[in-house]
């Protein structure tokens, strides 16, 4: 929960930033690219945090399907999105793309520090 935690701090505070910069130098465009990028990127990450959540009292094999599985549907979902929007001229497509990286980057980051930070202790099974 602290990695969901931290990932979804950094992301809004990315988001933030990106919308100020990219607003103010391109407009609603700027905007546009911002919030898709925020999303896909950062929704990304956090999706994974969610299913491994959510899996959590089951065997690593089902958890390793699950995320797997997951993996592959947002890799379906992403290149749908990309095609749909691929010729549209609504957004920036600079400010989609520095986001989407940043928003991969910063989440994962956070995520990591997040659970870095938590006290758990793991004890093998016998």
């Not at 935690?5 to 911002?34: D, Y």
């Not at 992403?78 to 095609?83: A, W």
């Not at 549209?88 to 520095?98: H, N």
């Given at each position: 929960?602290?990695?969901?935690?931290?990932?979804?701090?950094?992301?809004?505070?990315?988001?933030a930033?990106?919308?100020?910069?990219?607003?103010?130098?391109?407009?609603?465009?700027?905007?546009?690219?911002?919030?898709?990028?925020?999303?896909?990127?950062?929704?990304?990450?956090?999706?994974?945090?969610?299913?491994?959540?959510?899996?959590?009292?089951?065997?690593?094999?089902?958890?390793?399907a699950?995320?797997?599985?997951?993996?592959?549907?947002?890799?379906?979902?992403?290149?749908?999105?990309?095609?749909?929007?691929?010729?549209?001229?609504?957004?920036?497509?600079?400010?989609?793309?520095?986001?989407v990286?940043?928003?991969?980057?910063?989440?994962?980051?956070a995520?990591?520090?997040?659970?870095?930070?938590?006290?758990?202790?793991?004890?093998?099974?016998v």
């Amino acid at each position: 929960m602290a990695a969901a935690r931290a990932g979804l701090i950094a992301l809004g505070i990315l988001t933030a930033i990106s919308l100020a910069v990219w607003g103010g130098k391109e407009g609603m465009p700027g905007v546009w690219g911002v919030l898709l990028g925020a999303g896909i990127g950062g929704g990304f990450v956090l999706l994974t945090v969610v299913m491994v959540l959510f899996t959590a009292n089951t065997s690593p094999t089902t958890t390793g399907a699950v995320v797997m599985g997951g993996w592959l549907l947002k890799i379906i979902i992403l290149i749908g999105i990309l095609v749909l929007i691929r010729d549209m001229e609504f957004y920036d497509t600079m400010a989609f793309f520095v986001t989407v990286v940043l928003a991969l980057v910063v989440t994962l980051g956070a995520e990591v520090w997040g659970m870095s930070q938590s006290n758990l202790t793991y004890i093998q099974g016998v």
